[in-house]
């Protein structure tokens, strides 16, 4: 089995030891797995360190990936864990239907979805990943194999919902799908001058969008400060495809160079031709899911660009009524220090509830950021952003960091303890090591040694 498995931003240490699901249900099975000793992998797209287990030993659950029914009356999914987003749309999209929600990258798996229950560009319409979940089943260390739902086992379901993999094995879940005409989006995109002419249209494009989501020229400074674009769209109505199905093609970064390629002289170059270019027809046109969706997935490895030391991401939500202003300064901060982001993504997330105990979104505005690690310089410049979110009583993604303290992970998440009250002792990450388990009120026994 391949050893170093590595999360999406390359910085956290890699985990060596890996087993696959059948010898992983065997040690569950038969109560044998140990306190802290294991995780699930799904594919490693987590920028953090939350899909890692240096210590311990993870279970890689990708080859798992059957898809086990679909029911093209109800739109109800039932697939292994390690069912792929990509193999999923490609057996629902032809028969009329898409996943109510997908990020953007369409290789993680069942497992890792519902685990980070994740979020798309349409949380303002449809939630997040875990609301369509109808049920999963899950296997424990007491050698128990628990069917979950939201009658079934509700605080497990719910525990697991976002639950970072610590509530035991996911092996299976049924998932509804959503009926669409087409799996082509009608896109529209508008430039917007500055942060408060965005504030001021976000809400309408979530009311007249299935998707909506800004990208943002964080270099552009003086009057241009906060400038970006508005990318928004509704499924296509007629069934007639696209030209040109999108990605066929992916470049490959073949290695990874000896330092980060994505500096700020390219990111300035890149950021403003992308102002100009991508925002200069905002009539609507029609965008395959592939290139609407997903378009980081046309280049594989693309993370690699990022050098030896990979790349860390921020990933902050702001409460509605702190937004305009922190999110200013969350963006003054990056830029005063002398920081370009590669990808900077603005988006509004609505009012739906997930049910999920540990669910990152909550309303308010989530603002992302991609820097290169460059040390130090950087993990200074990432405490100061945790400052500004904390400040405006925001949180911290856990599962795109590979750094935040414990505290601000306290801070952002008050509920944790529950999640750590229904871990299975034998799971354990690097991120809950890092966390949770240095918190006084901790229950671990790693606690202590840690
Ligand atoms: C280009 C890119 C864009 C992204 N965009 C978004 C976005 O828009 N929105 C968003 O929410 N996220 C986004 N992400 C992050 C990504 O969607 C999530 O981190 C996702 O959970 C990764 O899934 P994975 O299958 O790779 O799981 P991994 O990263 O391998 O694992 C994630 C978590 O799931 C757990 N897990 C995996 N399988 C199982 C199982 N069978 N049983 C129990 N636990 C399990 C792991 O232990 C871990 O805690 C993006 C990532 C990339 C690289």
Known sequence: MAAHMQSFGLVGGPSPQVIDPAEGERRLRGRQAGINAVLAYGNGRSYGDSCLNGLGTLIDMRSRSQIIDFDPQSGLLKAEAGAMLSDIIALVGPQGFFPPVVPGTRFITLGGAIANDVHGKNHHRRGTFGGHVESLTLLRSDGVYYRCSPTQNVELFRATIGGLGLTGLILSAEVRMMKVASTDVDERVSRFRDLAEYFDIAQAADDENEYAVAWIDQLASGRSAGRGLLIAGNHATGREPVKGRGLPFRPLVPFRPPFSVIGRPFLRLFNGAYYWRKGASPD??????????????????????????????????????????????????????????????????????????????????????????????????????????????????PYKDARMSAKVFAASFPGWQQLEARRDPAFVSDFWRRTAMRLPTSTSPVLMAG
Do not use: C
């Open 284 to 397: 609507p046109h029609r965008a395959s899911a592939d290139t609407f969706f997903f378009p980081l997935d046309g280049v594989s490895h693309w993370n690699r660009l990022y050098g030896p030391r990979g790349l860390f991401q921020h990933q902050s939500v702001i409460p509605t009524e702190a937004a305009r202003t922190a999110v200013a300064e969350l963006l003054r901060v990056a830029r005063d220090a002398g920081e370009g982001s590669f990808l900077t993504v603005l988006k509004r997330f609505g009012e739906m509830t997930s049910p999920g105990l540990l669910s990152f979104p909550r309303p308010g505005y989530t603002l992302t950021l991609d820097f290169p690690n460059r040390g130090e310089k950087t993990l200074s410049l990432l405490r100061e952003l945790d400052h500004v979110t904390m400040a405006a009583g925001g949180a911290v993604n």
